[in-house]
């Protein structure tokens, strides 16, 4: 089985500033990774994945995130984030061929102007 | 706007009670999934249909059963509801069995 524990609960920043957000895995077999987000009463929207290949991944509205197995971590990560990004963002892991994630408990990023 | 929708929005009902909540997934896409979030256990997945059988099960009660149709929508079924139960209900939806998933806008449920 895999698990997902993202560090922070809360991340709080300033608009224009970087943020990283956490997230480590365990898995004893090989694995995918995503980042989800979810707005304000709305659903999950995929972010961005890692299946195979570059340990980087960038995904939409500016964020990337890297595959750093040794480490088994899968950070996300902004160099400039907006009001907008104001959301609660999910890691997930699935074994490799399924897509079927297990979730973390989310990270509430929350942007101040 | 992801193109799955899920009906009702809100539901309030009260312990013992059985509710039906639907799904229709994207246009084209044959497999559906549905998903609990609740403050206790975070996100989970409950299960997972494709092309009307079931494929996938995860943490799912035994109270709770859910269906694919033949036009693709789905329903899943609370039986007996206790006051546990109340979360919000994602369906999701995917092209092929194992492919990205677009999440509907959720079904809040609550059981008082």
């Known amino acids: 089985a895999q698990s997902v524990t993202q560090l922070d609960s809360q991340v709080p920043v300033f608009e224009e500033a970087p943020v990283e957000l956490r997230c480590n895995y365990s898995?004893?077999?090989?694995?995918?990774l995503f980042w989800y987000v979810q707005y304000p009463n709305q659903g999950l929207q995929l972010l961005l994945k890692?299946?195979?290949?570059?340990?980087l991944v960038k995904g939409i509205n500016g964020f990337e995130a890297e595959f750093n197995k040794s480490q088994t971590s899968f950070h996300l990560r902004k160099p400039s984030v907006h009001i907008s990004d104001t959301a609660e963002y999910f890691c997930?892991?699935?074994?490799?061929?399924?897509?079927?994630?297990?979730f973390g408990r989310g990270t509430s990023l929350i942007v101040h102007p | 706007d992801s193109g799955v929708t899920q009906t009702p929005k809100h539901l309030i009902t009260a312990t013992g009670q059985r509710v039906t909540l639907r799904c229709s997934p994207r246009?084209?896409?044959?497999?559906v999934y549905w998903y609990q979030q609740s403050l206790d256990q975070g996100l989970q997945f409950l299960i997972q249909?494709?092309?009307?059988?079931?494929?996938a099960k995860g943490n799912i009660l035994e109270r709770f059963s859910a269906q694919q149709f033949p036009d693709l929508h789905s329903e899943l079924n609370l039986s007996s509801l206790e006051l546990g139960d109340s979360a919000l209900y994602f369906c999701?939806?995917?092209?092929?069995?194992?492919?990205?998933?677009?999440f509907g806008p959720g079904t809040r449920l609550t059981v008082t």
């Open positions: 898995s004893s077999v090989s694995v995918y």
């Open positions: 999701a939806s995917s092209v092929v069995l194992a492919g990205e998933q677009y």
């Open positions: 249909y494709y092309n009307g059988e079931e494929r």
């Open positions: 997930a892991v699935s074994r490799e061929g399924s897509y079927i994630p297990t």
């Open positions: 890692y299946l195979s290949g570059s340990t």
């Open positions: 246009s084209g896409d044959l497999s």
